[in-house]
């Protein structure tokens, strides 16, 4: 038994390939790298006849391919982080308003763990000193995949939008919420901004 009698079946994978054999009698244990990228990983065994028993029975018995095996565990292998991107946060004109809603939209190479989606994904920083943590409203679609779209809230500063809240706010993604379905985690960064301002243009006749 040696390298030769295996075969990694790679998708998306670049150089991965078997690094050692090792074993005796009925047990081998075979050791793969998995080079770089993301992708999916099998290891097949291809029957070329040099595979026998103590009495010579070659493996699936006398005759190429017969014992070939390639039903084996396909292995998914995510090194790539999911990504936020397309905030649609509408500015704020219109006073009175208890809260404002957004969205971000996650994606990911294999797909966002919608498990990991939550209260503390999104801090919004504004003005006088204003910091909130987002509620997440929902996702659409509701299934792990990629892409998707979160729906998030805050509420309105002194508990409804007035002239005091004018200024830009920031919408933030925080460090180790928002997840794929391997546990990787997007990184922190500011994801865009919207702004407040409530009172109305001043007409001045001259």
């Known amino acids: 038994v ?16 078997i ?28 029957d070329d006849d040099s595979i026998a028993d103590a009495a010579s029975h070659a493996l699936g018995g006398k005759g190429l391919g017969n014992g070939d095996f390639s039903a084996g565990e396909v292995y998914a292998l995510d090194r790539t982080a999911p990504v936020a991107g397309s905030l649609v946060a509408a500015n704020i004109t219109t006073p009175g308003g208890t809260g404002h809603s957004f969205t ?41 995949g990629s892409p998707r779209t979160a729906s998030y809230t805050i509420a309105a500063p002194g508990g409804a939008w007035d002239a005091a809240d004018k200024g830009v706010y920031s919408v933030e993604l925080q460090a180790g919420q928002v997840r794929d379905i391997t546990g990787n985690a997007a990184a922190a960064g500011a994801l865009g901004l919207f702004s407040v301002d409530t009172e109305p243009p001043i007409r001045r006749v001259y």
């Open 19 to 46: 690094t050692n054999v090792l074993g005796s009698g009925a047990s081998w244990s075979v050791t793969v790298g998995t080079g770089t990228g993301d992708g999916t990983l099998r290891l097949d065994l291809h």
């Open 104 to 144: 971000v939209v996650f994606s990911d190479s294999l797909g966002i763990d919608i498990a990991s989606l939550g209260a503390g994904d999104i801090r919004v920083l504004g003005p006088n000193g204003f910091s909130q943590l987002a509620a997440l409203v929902g996702v659409s679609p509701a299934t792990n």
């Open 2 to 17: 040696d390298a030769s009698d295996f075969a990694l079946v790679a998708s998306g994978l670049t150089g991965a390939g």
